[in-house]
């Protein structure tokens, strides 16, 4: 069946997310955006309304189930994460910030190194939440920094490409523990009535894969895969996250299970040339930049790469109508109120 924009919203947004990824028919492309912690403070900050998140309609609900941040005593914009990571928020990343200094420096440090114990309490706690707000959304956990991002933030990222290559015995230990940390985690999740998993694991630059499709099958695909299974075995949706270019290893991912692919960027891919290589195999979530056009751009343009980018992609579904990351700080409150205008009435815009 063809994907149609038809008038009104008829369905839910889980059946829309959910006809969707089948690449079944939809009232109308289902959407998502999430605002940074700035981003959104100024969005309330003008218009008043408190929760403005709210009045976006997103298709879908988020959340984050792997533990959260501590701010460090006597330390102002430092926070420790439950792995023992500390992360400066003073630069210009006040949600996430950069690592301090890294824990996993030597490959014998793993010998000595004791991984978090998962607060289940919390962890339910958010699921329960998530399950039962009476909201008919797509309802998906989220795991980031799944696997290579959790090594690197342990090890410090050069540190882990050179023991790729000299220390390979070192990494698929670490990266197995990783797994079997994730893997209980989902284990929680699926207790509870969710539709999906994301998994959040940036691997790409602008140009190829940080650490090339060659490591990432040795070292990455096969911790994936289980991950996937699980989740899969579940009859649940498996979406990844990853910024950059990954096309090398697109294949390899719809190999594994994957069903949705998130995040999809333009200044990277040939949006119709992937699209049409997919054949129907893989749903991209993504498509508006928040790297070049957001920030940028007039309204007016926002508004014609949006209907453009719809026009490319909308067919025989597989797409979720997205900016590209969480909406950062720097981006006008007129280019957040036209995107947001434009995915509410699909109707009357993209015809």
């Not at 955006?33 to 003008?46: A, T, Y």
């Not at 998530?130 to 998906?140: M, S, V």
């Not at 119709?272 to 957001?294: E, N, V």
């Amino acid at each position: 069946m063809k994907n149609r924009i038809r008038k009104g919203n008829t369905m839910t947004g889980r059946e829309r997310v959910i006809n969707c990824i089948k690449h079944l028919d939809t009232d109308r492309i289902p959407h998502y955006i999430e605002l940074g912690s700035e981003e959104l403070e100024k969005m309330r900050q003008v218009t008043g309304i408190s929760n403005y998140q709210d009045t976006l309609d997103n298709d879908i609900d988020m959340m984050g189930i792997d533990g959260g941040y501590t701010e460090v005593e006597n330390m102002p914009g430092y926070y420790m994460d439950d792995f023992g990571v500390c992360w400066n928020r003073n630069g210009a990343d006040k949600d996430i910030g950069v690592i301090d200094s890294c824990i996993l420096c030597e490959p014998e440090d793993l010998k000595s190194y004791t991984f978090p114990e998962i607060k289940e309490e919390q962890v339910r706690e958010k699921l329960k939440q998530l399950a039962e707000n009476g909201r008919t959304f797509f309802k998906t956990a989220s795991i980031s920094f799944s696997m290579f991002e959790r090594a690197w933030t342990l090890c410090g990222m050069e540190n882990l490409l050179v023991f790729m290559i000299e220390e390979p015995d070192f990494v698929h230990e670490l990266l197995g523990k990783i797994c079997d940390y994730n893997c209980r985690l989902i284990q929680i999740a699926l207790e509870y009535d969710i539709d999906g998993i994301c998994l959040g694991d940036d691997w790409g630059q602008q140009r190829g894969m940080i650490m090339g499709p060659e490591k990432w099958r040795e070292f990455i695909k096969p911790q994936m895969k289980r991950m996937y299974h699980q989740i899969k075995s579940a009859g649940k949706y498996v979406i990844q996250h990853s910024c950059g270019d990954i096309e090398a290893v697109f294949e390899d991912l719809i190999e594994i299970g994957l069903d949705v692919y998130q995040t999809f960027q333009p200044e990277i891919y040939d949006m119709a040339k992937i699209k049409k290589k997919t054949g129907g195999r893989l749903t991209f979530w993504g498509g508006i930049s928040t790297q070049t056009l957001l920030p940028f751009a007039e309204p007016q343009e926002v508004k014609d790469v949006i209907i453009r980018t719809a026009g490319i992609m909308k067919g025989n579904g597989g797409y979720i109508l997205a900016p590209t990351h969480a909406v950062p700080g720097d981006v006008p409150v007129e280019n957040i109120q036209i995107m947001a205008e434009v995915f509410k009435n699909q109707d009357r815009y993209l015809v």
